[in-house]
């Protein structure tokens, strides 16, 4: 397990896979996904069990302690994961929409860039954002990503084009605000 102060990220379990099928089948879910159509029980079960063999791709449960429960609301990854360069890709997915938009998403992220730095050694981390989606970005601003690009009219979603905003993050950018008064975690 790898602690945050209010959540807990752990290993994906074959147990999950009915909650994600729920999760990626929701329409308003998937909207701010890169994924674009259903996934199928079939496609999840092998996607699942591929997990421990990845090297190049870290994917975890978001938990969060509801009394004496643990509650799974979302999972975070590190993907293409390019151990030369220390570089990987940030995904992170609240599937749980009760929880939308009550700062899970920030600590499961700044959670994730401390395993990322100052565990597995990574100098920076990137991510994709959509432009619609004010709440992602907020969120990642708050975990101290910033905007270096981007991707003009690159994402065609609810009959229109999109920009795609990419952003970033460095491990030099994350000590500091680790280290300042009321830093990340």
């Not at 379990?13 to 308003?28: A, C």
């Not at 997990?51 to 590190?78: K, T």
């Amino acid at each position: 397990m790898i602690y945050g102060k209010a959540l807990r990220l752990r290993a994906i379990e074959r147990e999950d896979v009915p909650r994600f099928l729920r999760w990626f089948n929701d329409p308003e879910v998937r909207r701010y996904l890169t994924m674009y159509r259903p996934l199928s029980r079939a496609e999840e079960e092998r996607w699942v069990e591929s997990l421990p063999s990845r090297r190049d791709d870290i994917v975890l449960a978001i938990e969060i302690r509801e009394g004496e429960e643990w509650v799974h609301i979302g999972n975070i990854g590190l993907h293409r994961i390019d151990w030369v360069n220390r570089v990987a890709k940030l995904g992170i997915v609240i599937g749980e929409r009760d929880y939308w938009g009550k700062g899970y998403g920030t600590e499961a992220t700044r959670t994730m860039l401390r395993y990322a730095f100052l565990e597995l050694g990574l100098n920076r981390v990137e991510l994709e954002v959509f432009d619609f989606n004010d709440r992602a970005i907020r969120c990642y601003e708050k975990a101290g990503f910033v905007r270096e690009g981007v991707r003009r009219r690159a994402l065609y979603r609810d009959g229109r084009f999109h920009d795609v905003i990419l952003m970033g993050i460095l491990r030099s950018e994350f000590l500091r605000d680790l280290n300042a008064p009321g830093g990340p975690l």
